[in-house]
């Protein structure tokens, strides 16, 4: 019997709506759960994804299940979207007491009711959220994904690639530490084929010895310039989430950046942020530690400075919660 892959979505925000239709364009799901609390939305879209059925390359089964969180519990894979985009429009900490909240009505739910799939979270402060959702739901934290930084490196290849005139695709290049204005960009790592960025811009500084404050700045901050013109991004990161959803059901062992949960990487450990990753079947199988220079374990301090801040306005409720494992 064939295996059948199944996916749910909590949110059909701008972001959970295009991933639905990613994730169908791509042929992915035999079955797709959709779950939000606005019911008119949460119908009209169902009802346009069902319409679009002929025109995917594989049939699938489309449910809307509104707040019925419990029917998620059988899917390999669960997308958090879930959220408020205008509570980030300066930055993604508006959004902290929103999507913790909203997190806690459905995550114990859904792990209540027997879920053992990963979770790929795409809701901000993504590391914030991350880390509440393996809290909440008691899981092993390797079952949980954050989309964290795999979008923001994304950012900086592009960066990059329209600096030295390369294809974005040859580029191997990280942001590392939080979704949100503290990540910064691992360029004593970036690499073309093998060849560090450092040697490169030695040997031809016109080319390869761009200001990288600049494209840093770029990467970091290219997610407001899409909201300046529209009130919200969708598309990269849509995609960003199914690539990650991908790397899970075909169990790719595929490296990209992304939040999990620290244990000691950089003397950091407790919560979640963006680092290299192996992903497949089970969620984050290893994490990769770059050789950061001085600068860059400095940033990765403060930007895990920035989230423990984060997750400790959020008030102690959860140190006497009996998931906490």
């Known amino acids: 019997m064939a295996l059948i892959r199944k996916i749910g979505i909590v949110g059909l925000g701008h972001v959970g709506a295009h991933v639905a239709n990613a994730l169908l364009m ?72 929103v999507t913790t909240d909203i997190a806690r009505t459905f995550v114990a739910r859904i792990a209540d009711a027997g879920f053992k799939g990963v979770w790929v979270s795409v809701s901000n402060p993504c590391d914030v959220v991350c ?33 030295v005139g390369l294809d974005q695709h040859s580029i191997c290049a990280y942001m590392l530490g939080e979704h949100g204005f503290s990540q910064f960009a691992a360029f004593s790592a970036v690499n073309f084929g093998g060849k560090l960025l450092a040697e490169l811009a030695s040997e031809q500084p016109e ?28 598309y990269a990161v849509s995609l960003a989430a199914v690539r990650l959803v991908q790397a899970v059901v ?27 990753c192996v992903i497949g079947a089970d969620g984050v199988e290893e994490v990769y530690s770059l050789s950061l220079n001085e600068r860059e374990e400095k940033a990765f301090a403060a930007s895990c400075e920035h989230i423990q801040g984060n997750i400790a306005r959020l008030g102690e409720w959860w140190e006497a919660d009996s998931r906490v494992k």
């Open 131 to 163: 880390t509440e959702i393996w809290r909440l739901s008691g899981c092993d934290p390797r079952r949980v994904i954050g989309s964290g930084t795999a979008l923001d490196s994304a950012r900086l290849r592009n960066a990059i690639a329209g600096k």
């Open 26 to 97: 791509q042929g992915i799901p035999d079955e797709l759960y959709l779950a939000d609390v606005n019911e008119q939305k949460l119908t009209s879209e169902a009802q346009d994804l069902n319409d679009a059925l002929s025109f995917y390359p594989r049939t699938c089964k489309i449910e809307a299940v509104g707040d019925e969180y419990e029917r998620l519990a059988e899917c390999d894979v669960i997308v958090n979207a879930a959220g408020n985009v205008t509570s980030s429009a300066k930055d993604r900490d508006g959004e902290l007491f």
């Open 250 to 276: 075909g169990n790719e062992h595929y490296v990209t950046a992304c939040s999990t949960l620290l244990t000691g990487e950089y003397g950091q450990s407790g919560h979640f942020t963006s680092l290299p």
């Open 207 to 234: 080319r390869f010895g761009f200001d990288q404050a600049e494209v840093e700045e770029l990467a970091r901050r290219g997610g407001y310039v899409t909201y300046a013109g529209k009130q919200c991004t969708e």
